[in-house]
Every structure is written in structure tokens, then in C-alpha cells.
């Protein structure tokens, strides 16, 4: 599938895409598994979270580290670490400055982030400006989305581009969209979806991936940072 001629919509992941919350994600975790002599994080096992909602991200840290947790635990220990780090999160190169090119040009721009409403809060409101960009924003907990249907199901991606076609009075069609990821578990959803996807791993995790262009399945791009994006070759 080759990318549009013409892109009529951007949709975007968040944490690891446009924030550098991925690192601090990382350090959380870390700090968690040091209370129980486990870890480091390897990035085996964090390729297989970016992007999973909050439950079943957990449930995979406990039972790959053995953790005496059970899930609701693990999830309150996480947010009061993380909440006093969110707010040194910023964005990533190259990333501001496609949502102001997009803003720019009024292509049409959702925010589909599996964090729950909470955290996206948390995350964003010293960012509060930068993200009055988008024309749209979904949270993982969106009432929209099924119980579990969070990323690699496409459904967020869906609800993003309803949300998109019902303000705009439009019929934009997913193959007519772009899909900015970093994680596995996105780009294989915005492929399902059927757009074309910007992938944009972390920069240690390509090693880790194995065969992109097999995850990609002709559907999308892996690049190395935003700030590599040729825009005219993906119709912007």
C-alpha cells in the first residue's frame, strides 16, 4: 500500500511518539522492580507493553517478573511514582513542529492515546497549549471503546476518525490517513485500521524488533526520528 497522495488526516500516538514519556515510563518501572529484587527492563519486554492499555500492561510486568501484585495494586504504585515525574516529560524532536505544519495547513488531527483520561492529564498540563492543536482526542478509557478492544485492536484508531468526520462534517476514509506510532502493538492496529503507518521506534528498540517491513505488511514507513519525515512523500 503505498502512502496518499493527498493525507486528509493525521492521527497520533502520544507517550514515546510525541513525549518522551516512554524513558519516564521506564524509570517507574525500574524503581517498582527494585522494591522487589527484580529488573532492570529490557527492551524484550518493553516492546511488548508500548502501547497496551494500563490493565493489561500490568498484568504482563507482574507475571513476567513474579510480582506479589495483583493488578489494581501494581497500578496504584505506578501512578504515585509517575505523578511526580509527568511534568518534566516534554516533547520529542520533530514533533511540535509537524503539529504546527499540520495545524498550519488545517489537516484534520486527533490524539489517540491508550493512557486513561487521568494520565493524559497528568502528562500534558504544563503541555496545555501545544496539545489545543488537535481537532480531536481519545483516551484509552474512552467509553467508545470496548473492554478489550486498546491497542492492537483498531478501534481507537476508528473512534479517532469518526471523531474527525463528525466535527468536520466529512467522510475521510482511513486509507486516505496517516497513523504516527512508535509501539508494536499501535502500528499493528493502524495497519488493521487500514492507513498508512509512520513508524518511529524509540532508537534502542530497533534492534529488537525483528522484521518491521513483515509488522508494516506493505502498509507503512519506520523512521528513526519525526524530524526524518519527508512530508512531501506522504502526501503533507
Same mark, same amino acid.
Given at each position: 500500500?503505498?502512502?496518499?497522495?493527498?493525507?486528509?488526516?493525521?492521527?497520533?500516538?502520544?507517550?514515546?511518539?510525541?513525549?518522551?514519556?516512554?524513558?519516564?515510563?521506564?524509570?517507574?518501572?525500574?524503581?517498582?522492580?527494585?522494591?522487589?529484587?527484580?529488573?532492570?527492563?529490557?527492551?524484550?519486554?518493553?516492546?511488548?507493553?508500548?502501547?497496551?492499555?494500563?490493565?493489561?500492561?500490568?498484568?504482563?510486568?507482574?507475571?513476567?517478573?513474579?510480582?506479589?501484585?495483583?493488578? /489494581?495494586?501494581?497500578?496504584?504504585?505506578?501512578? /504515585?511514582?509517575?505523578?511526580?515525574?509527568?511534568?518534566?516529560?516534554?516533547?520529542?524532536?520533530?514533533?511540535?513542529?509537524?503539529?504546527?505544519?499540520?495545524?498550519?495547513?488545517?489537516?484534520?488531527?486527533?490524539?489517540?492515546?491508550?493512557?486513561?483520561?487521568?494520565?493524559?492529564?497528568?502528562?500534558?498540563?504544563?503541555?496545555?497549549?501545544?496539545?489545543?492543536?488537535?481537532?480531536?482526542?481519545?483516551?484509552?478509557?474512552?467509553?467508545?471503546?470496548?473492554?478489550?478492544?486498546?491497542?492492537?485492536?483498531?478501534?481507537?484508531?476508528?473512534?479517532?476518525?469518526? /471523531?474527525?468526520?463528525?466535527?468536520?462534517?466529512?467522510?475521510?476514509?482511513? /486509507?486516505?490517513?496517516?497513523?504516527?506510532?512508535?509501539?508494536?502493538?499501535?502500528?499493528?492496529?493502524?495497519?488493521?485500521?487500514?492507513?498508512?503507518?509512520?513508524?518511529?521506534?524509540?532508537?534502542?528498540?530497533?534492534?529488537?524488533?525483528?522484521?518491521?517491513?513483515?509488522?508494516?505488511?506493505?502498509?507503512?514507513?519506520?523512521?528513526?526520528?519525526?524530524?526524518?519525515?519527508?512530508?512531501?512523500?506522504?502526501?503533507?
Amino acid at each position: 500500500m503505498a502512502p496518499p497522495t493527498s493525507t486528509k488526516a493525521c492521527l497520533f500516538d502520544m507517550d514515546g511518539l510525541l513525549l518522551n514519556t516512554e524513558d519516564t515510563y521506564t524509570l517507574t518501572l525500574n524503581e517498582i522492580l527494585a522494591q522487589y529484587g527484580k529488573g532492570p527492563l529490557t527492551w524484550d519486554l518493553k516492546i511488548r507493553l508500548q502501547g497496551l492499555p494500563g490493565d493489561k500492561a500490568g498484568r504482563l510486568v507482574i507475571d513476567h517478573y513474579q510480582l506479589p501484585l495483583t493488578v /489494581e495494586e501494581y497500578e496504584k504504585l505506578n501512578l /504515585e511514582i509517575q505523578s511526580k515525574k509527568w511534568s518534566e516529560c516534554n516533547f520529542l524532536p520533530g514533533a511540535l513542529e509537524l503539529l504546527q505544519y499540520l495545524h498550519f495547513l488545517g489537516i484534520p488531527t486527533a490524539l489517540c492515546t491508550s493512557s486513561t483520561n487521568l494520565k493524559y492529564e497528568q502528562k500534558t498540563s504544563h503541555l496545555k497549549e501545544n496539545f489545543k492543536l488537535f481537532d480531536a482526542i481519545i483516551t484509552g478509557d474512552d467509553s467508545r471503546i470496548p473492554p478489550g478492544r486498546g491497542k492492537p485492536s483498531p478501534d481507537i484508531w476508528q473512534v479517532g476518525l469518526r /471523531e474527525l468526520n463528525e466535527k468536520f462534517n466529512s467522510q475521510i476514509k482511513p /486509507e486516505e490517513c496517516l497513523v504516527f506510532e512508535d509501539g508494536v502493538a499501535g502500528v499493528r492496529a493502524g495497519v488493521t485500521f487500514g492507513a498508512y503507518v509512520i513508524w518511529v521506534p524509540h532508537p534502542e528498540a530497533h534492534e529488537h524488533l525483528g522484521n518491521k517491513d513483515e509488522i508494516l505488511n506493505g502498509r507503512g514507513t519506520s523512521l528513526y526520528s519525526l524530524e526524518k519525515l519527508d512530508k512531501s512523500k506522504v502526501g503533507l
